[in-house]
């Protein structure tokens, strides 16, 4: 995902420019990395509760962003815009047939 340079004095210049132009704005562009990984259980039936069954699933999710300059291909402003994040779920579900 790329965005536009705004009208403002905190723009990104282009260095060195190229012959001929006056200044080059740079444009912001965001890249990321989704990674996730699910596993489900069995539905299975209580013997001690009739009518009553369980499944479970887990989920594993990563994802990796990325912003830098466009054209320079610099990071944006002093910190490096870069992150990553994992998390995990874990889901629990019961029916019960009365």
């Not at 790329?2 to 210049?13: A, I, T, W």
């Not at 001929?20 to 596993?39: L, W």
């Not at 300059?69 to 029916?95: I, K």
């Amino acid at each position: 995902m790329r965005y536009l340079p705004e009208n403002g004095d905190e723009r990104q210049l282009v260095g060195p420019l190229p012959v001929g132009a006056e200044r080059i704005f740079d444009q912001s562009e965001i890249t990321s990395k989704n990674m996730a990984s699910v596993r489900r259980g069995p539905r299975r039936h209580c013997s001690t509760c009739p009518g009553l069954s369980c499944a479970w699933a887990s989920d594993f999710v990563q994802d990796e962003a990325q912003q830098r300059l466009a054209l320079t291909n610099a990071p944006v402003g002093a910190a490096d815009l870069e992150y990553t994040t994992r998390r995990a779920y874990l889901q629990l579900s019961y029916d019960w047939a009365r």
